[in-house]
C-alpha cells in the first residue's frame, strides 16, 4: 500500500510558546486532510508543549545525540526526546553536518540511537552546490545516504529520507524537476541496495524552498513522498498551502 504523503515542518531556532498557536493551527486544519500526514520539528524547548497542544499531527526534534546519557552539556539524547513526547528525529540535517562538523557516521549512530528510544528518523542527505557543479551529486548523495541510515532491525519502517540539496535551502532556489526525479531515483535504487526490496518502502522527501507556489509540482515528481520544510513552515498559512498541494 503506497504510504500517504508527509509534511514536515522543521522550525529549525525558531519559535517561543506564542508559536504554539501555529502548531493548533496546522492541527485543526490537518483533521480536514486525512489523506496528508502532517508533523512538525520545534525547537526542543517547545517539544513538551507542542505535544500537548496537538492531537493529529506528529511532533520531532531536530538532532539528537548518539549516548542515552551522560556528560554532554547542552545535548539531548533520543530518550529525552522520547520522553518529552517526540514520535520522531530529523538526523544529519545539513545545518548539523556543516555548523557541527557531524558526518555520516555519526549521523548513522544518531539514527540508530533514535530507533533503540522508540522514535521515528528523518536522515537528512543533499549536495552543495560545488559537488553539483563539479558533477559528483548523485555520488555525493549516494555515499551520504549509504553511511547514514540505520541498520538497526527493522529500520525501514521507522526510516524517512530527506533530499535537501543544500544550495536550495533557504535560497528561494530549486533543483530542475528532472534533477529532483533523478535524485530520489538514485536514492530509492540505493535504498534497495541497503535494505533489499523493503528499501522500496522508505519514504523519500524533497527539502529545500519548497513554498506554496512550487510544492505542488515538486509532490508530484516519481518517488518524491513529502516534503521537509523549514522557512515556509513557520506560520500556519504557509505551511497549510503546502500541506493542501500534498492533499
Ligand atoms: C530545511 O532546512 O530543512 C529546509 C528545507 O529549509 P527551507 O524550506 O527554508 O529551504
Known sequence: MASLPYIVGNWKMNGTRAMLNEARAIDRAAARLPKVQVAVAPPATLIYRT???????????????????????????????????????????????????????????????????????????????????????????????????????????????????????????????????????AIRVKLVAIYGDAGAQVRILYGGSVKADNAAELLAVPEVGGALVGGASLAAESFLAIVGAAA
Open 51 to 185: 505535544r500537548d497542544s496537538v492531537e493529529l499531527i506528529g511532533v520531532g526534534g531536530q538532532d539528537c545525540h548518539v549516548k542515552e546519557s551522560g556528560a554532554f552539556t547542552g545535548d539531548i539524547s533520543a530518550p529525552m526526546l522520547k520522553d518529552a513526547g517526540a514520535d520522531f528525529v530529523i538526523v544529519g540535517h545539513s545545518e548539523r553536518r556543516t555548523l557541527h562538523a557531524e558526518t555520516s557516521e555519526i549521523v548513522k549512530a544518531k539514527a540508530e540511537a533514535a530507533h533503540s528510544a522508540g522514535l521515528a528518523v528523518i536522515v537528512c542527505v543533499g549536495e552543495t552546490e560545488a559537488e553539483r557543479d563539479a558533477g559528483s551529486a548523485e555520488a555525493v548523495v549516494g555515499a551520504q545516504v549509504e553511511g547514514s541510515v540505520p541498520g538497526t532491525d527493522g529500520a525501514v519502517d521507522r526510516l524517512t529520507v530527506a533530499y535537501e540539496p543544500v544550495w536550495a535551502i533557504g535560497t528561494g532556489r530549486v533543483p530542475s524537476i528532472d534533477d529532483v526525479a533523478a535524485m530520489h531515483k
